[in-house]
């Protein structure tokens, strides 16, 4: 008797994927692959337009804090602007006079030779421009050495081209200045420069009586904590002694060791400086260097920084004629912020019906109805410069990386100092970015501030 037989189970059948199937799973997988490809993407755009705008924000809000912070100090002198000595009027009034410096140097402005001046970025000369020629006798600092600005289109500059200045012409390639975008230079005595003098320890003036007038024969510098080294005046700059009533200009004979010889023949023959009236805080400063010249412009960069397409707008603060004078006038120039098209200035100036009306460069510079002018002013020509009492300032802001995914309304913006104001398109600007070499894929943002000159001198 034989036992039962155990017998394989039957073996199944095995099949593949069939060539059908494998190609929808492949076709449902790309679908799948492709949605999360262009959320991804989606979401890639919009991130990157999101960071681009904060930090399109966040620099246009420091380049207009950067501007404010010059354009307050336009005009500033020593203690203050303006309430210089009184005087009596015909009318037996006393009055404050403008207090502009009196200029007996002959050397203060050259814009043949600007190396040899101690003002920086002169654009007219003397005997040019409408402005008179070089005065034979001491006279007041006239108004447009203060501040002159300088409205551009795309070919030219009014009332004079800043090129005359050193800085560079316009154009769309790099180092170029931006087509289209205004230059500003203010100036200002700089409150950080200069020696005191008459306190303990501190610097001090030498003089003789001839005649009972007394006369100023030298000044001695001797810094005091926080004043600058004796190293920083030049044999040949000029200085500037200064009280809270008024200021003188003058060349020297010497300059050794510190002591400055008040003797020199490049000053104008006439009346020499004067000597400060007893406690009125005369303070002693190197115009060359402490005559602070401050220049704002736009020139063209390249965002990849490496001398090609994209190009974007920096800009650029020029002081004392810039980085070539860094040794003799404490120069430099540095770029504050990229991704600047456009610079536009308006100047307020109040009426004397107390009106204010915003003008523009050439309009300013023209101007010959001042009033009332410094006593002995040496010309009306640009006199209104020292009577502008507020700025208005526009810059135009771009995000630098071109974004081709951003639609057509995404590229509108709206520039109020242009004719038409509203919402366009690149293209339908007055000053088209293709024009200045910048390309239209961008965000553009406008901003805008008023600054009041708190050195204003009517």
């Known amino acids: 008797m034989t036992?039962?037989?155990?017998?394989?189970?039957?073996?199944?059948?095995?099949?593949?994927?069939?060539?059908?199937?494998?190609?929808?799973?492949?076709?449902?997988?790309?679908?799948?692959?492709?949605?999360?490809?262009?959320?991804?993407?989606?979401?890639?755009?919009?991130?990157?337009?999101?960071?681009?705008?904060?930090?399109?924000?966040?620099?246009?809000?420091?380049a207009i804090g950067r501007l404010n912070n010059d354009l307050r100090m336009a005009n500033a002198?020593?203690?203050?602007?303006?309430?210089g000595s009184a005087t009596t009027s015909a009318s037996g009034t006393m009055l404050d006079s403008i207090r502009s410096p009196r200029v007996f140097a002959t050397n203060l402005i050259n814009v043949a030779h600007p190396?040899?001046?101690?003002?920086?970025?002169?654009?007219?000369?003397?005997?040019?421009?409408?402005?008179?020629?070089?005065p034979s006798s001491s006279y007041p600092m006239p108004a447009f050495l203060y501040m002159r600005g300088y409205d551009c289109t795309l070919t030219n500059c009014t009332p004079a081209n800043p090129v005359a200045a050193g800085l560079p012409a316009m154009g769309t390639a790099e180092g170029s200045r931006v087509?289209?975008?205004?230059?500003?230079?203010?100036?200002?005595?700089?409150?950080?420069?200069?020696?005191?003098?008459?306190?303990?320890?501190?610097?001090s003036l030498a003089v003789t009586s001839s005649g009972g007038v007394p006369i100023l024969t030298t000044i001695t510098l001797s810094p005091l904590t926080g004043e600058p080294p004796i190293s920083d005046f030049g044999a040949t700059d000029l200085a500037l002694l200064a009280d809270c009533s008024n200021?003188?200009?003058?060349?020297?004979?010497?300059?050794?060791?510190?002591?400055?010889?008040?003797?020199?023949?490049?000053?104008?023959?006439?009346?020499?400086?004067?000597?400060?009236?007893?406690?009125?805080?005369?303070?002693?400063?190197?115009?060359?260097?402490?005559?602070?010249?401050?220049?704002?412009?736009?020139r063209v960069v390249s965002v990849n920084n490496d001398g090609h397409a994209p190009y974007t707008g920096a800009l650029m603060r020029r002081v004392n004629g810039g980085a070539g004078h860094a040794a003799d006038r404490g120069g430099s120039e540095d770029e504050l912020v990229r991704g600047v098209?456009?610079?536009?200035?308006?100047?307020?100036?109040?009426?004397?019906n107390g009106n204010t009306s915003f003008l523009t460069a050439s309009e300013v510079d023209s101007a010959t109805n001042c009033a009332p002018q410094?006593?002995?002013?040496?010309?009306?020509?640009?006199?209104?410069?020292?009577?502008?009492?507020?700025?208005?300032?526009?810059?135009?802001?771009?995000?630098?990386?071109?974004?081709?995914?951003?639609?057509?309304?995404?590229?509108?913006?709206?520039?109020?100092?242009?004719?038409?104001?509203?919402?366009?398109?690149?293209?339908?600007?007055?000053?088209k970015p293709s024009d200045q070499g910048f390309p239209d894929q961008l965000l553009r943002r406008e901003f805008t501030s008023l600054v009041a000159v708190r050195n204003f001198n009517p």
């Open 77 to 83: 002198l020593y203690c203050n602007n303006s309430g």
């Open 341 to 352: 098209e456009r610079l536009d200035f308006r100047y307020g100036v109040e009426d004397t």
């Open 374 to 431: 410094e006593q002995g002013f040496l010309t009306t020509a640009g006199c209104l410069w020292r009577s502008v009492k507020s700025i208005e300032v526009s810059i135009l802001m771009d995000g630098q990386v071109p974004l081709y995914t951003l639609t057509s309304n995404d590229l509108l913006y709206a520039y109020t100092a242009d004719a038409n104001p509203g919402l366009l398109a690149p293209g339908a600007h007055a000053i």
């Open 247 to 298: 200021s003188q200009i003058f060349a020297l004979g010497s300059v050794s060791g510190g002591v400055l010889t008040v003797a020199g023949g490049t000053n104008v023959p006439g009346t020499a400086p004067v000597v400060p009236t007893p406690q009125s805080a005369p303070r002693v400063f190197d115009v060359n260097r402490d005559f602070r010249t401050v220049t704002y412009y736009l």
């Open 115 to 134: 190396s040899s001046s101690a003002l920086a970025d002169i654009t007219t000369g003397w005997g040019s421009g409408g402005y008179p020629a070089a």
């Open 3 to 62: 036992g039962p037989t155990c017998l394989p189970p039957p073996q199944q059948a095995q099949r593949g994927v069939t060539l059908i199937e494998l190609m929808v799973a492949m076709l449902l997988g790309l679908i799948v692959a492709g949605g999360i490809v262009t959320v991804f993407s989606s979401t890639s755009s919009s991130n990157k337009a999101q960071t681009q705008l904060a930090r399109l924000q966040e620099e246009g809000r420091f």
């Open 179 to 203: 087509k289209g975008a205004d230059v500003l230079t203010v100036r200002y005595v700089n409150s950080d420069g200069g020696w005191s003098i008459g306190e303990t320890g501190g610097s």
